[in-house]
């Protein structure tokens, strides 16, 4: 179960693409009002580390925060742990001492797994979370913090065939031990499928095979954050797109707005509640192989009135199920639908449904 050791603990948001896009700056402000302190940014720029033009993101972080908030945005450097002198791990440690907003994006998620594993950096970055800091995590950065992570470059620029390597697992001291995908809607590819962070989705259901039957995948459409209040036990989804949680076989997906119980990530899935932007409950459903929320039929015989919000969502899941050819399952939820009065009605472009 999650921990609940440090009442204080902040805040970590993960972003699907576009984390220093204009369009993003909401987001960012958004994030940063939850800060009553006088805000201390940081930027760290490990995962880049390796690339020629690591200098050049860096001043394009300093230049984004300066531009749309104001404020004077300070560089963590650790390009690399074997090479870092004393100095230069001294001077990051400095920067993410009293750090309450700590931004690392884009570069290789691997390598960032590399440098930063084990290092004092990575132990300075949780220490600041325990205290309350916000740390936001973009694209190769959001994939490496996850428990597996995805070799992009490796897979989709070199021709490796689809595997997993070892990831922080940072959030496992919480009992969330996710894997992250963000560019989960990305279309880069035109012609060719750049879904599921550039993997398609051949390689992706190839990918799904090889993890722990208990993995849980949260998939961030590009523009697109996930913040999760580790406090509270709550994702919030913010942006453009969707985030979708994949589980082996349930896959459940929020807009922006949408409120849910992180229970959901936990090894064992617990339950899921689902809220709209009010914070009143949409739906509640388990995360067991099962789609259908715990509501059995009553002993005496009697029916049982079904919310409309927890039909709909399980016709969504229905519609996808179908779209990715798993019969099975819209077959198991049109029945239990059935067995609860629904009389399902599939269209040319929707399903439609109604109480019988």
Request: proline share 6%; aromatic share 8%; net charge neutral.
């Amino acid at each position: 179960m999650a921990n609940d050791a440090h009442l204080s603990v902040g805040s970590v948001t993960l972003i699907g693409s576009g984390e220093m896009s204009p369009g993003m700056s909401k987001i960012h402000r958004s994030l940063m009002s939850a800060i009553k302190d006088p805000l201390k940014p940081v930027f760290i720029d490990t995962p880049a580390g390796f690339q020629p033009n690591v200098r050049q993101i860096s001043e394009k972080a300093v230049q984004y925060f300066k531009k749309h908030f104001g404020v004077n945005l300070t560089i963590a450097s650790f390009r690399s742990a074997s090479e870092a002198s004393e100095e230069e791990t001294r001077r990051a440690l400095a920067a993410l001492k009293d750090a309450n907003y700590i931004f690392a994006g884009p570069g290789s998620p691997t390598y960032a797994v590399r440098n930063w594993e084990n290092s004092l950096i990575i132990k300075a970055i949780r220490s600041r979370l325990s205290q309350g800091a916000h740390l936001v995590f973009a694209s190769a950065a959001s994939i490496a913090i996850g428990a597996f992570a995805l070799p992009v470059y490796e897979i989709y620029k070199v021709g490796d065939s689809p595997r997993w390597a070892n990831g922080l697992n940072f959030l496992e001291p919480f009992g969330y031990e996710p894997v992250i995908m963000p560019h989960w809607d990305n279309k880069e590819g035109g012609a060719h499928d750049t879904r599921f962070c550039y993997m398609g989705e051949a390689r992706f259901k190839r990918l799904e095979d090889q993890l722990p039957d208990d993995a849980c995948i949260i998939g961030i459409d590009e523009y697109t954050a996930l913040k999760m209040d580790l406090s509270q036990k709550q994702g919030m989804v913010m942006g453009a797109g969707k985030v979708t949680l994949k589980r082996r076989n349930t896959e459940i997906h929020f807009s922006a707005g949408e409120l849910f119980d992180l229970t959901y990530l936990e090894k064992n899935g617990g339950r899921i509640s689902i809220h709209n932007p009010e914070g009143t409950a949409r739906s509640s459903l388990n995360s067991s192989d099962s789609p259908f929320p715990e509501s059995p039929e009553p002993a005496d015989g009697s029916s049982i009135e079904i919310p409309r919000p927890v039909v709909d969502f399980l016709v969504q899941i229905r519609s996808q199920a179908r779209k990715e050819g798993k019969w099975g399952l819209a077959d198991e939820i049109r029945d239990k639908l059935t067995g609860w009065g629904v009389i399902l009605r599939d269209g040319p472009s929707e399903t439609t449904w109604e109480k019988g």
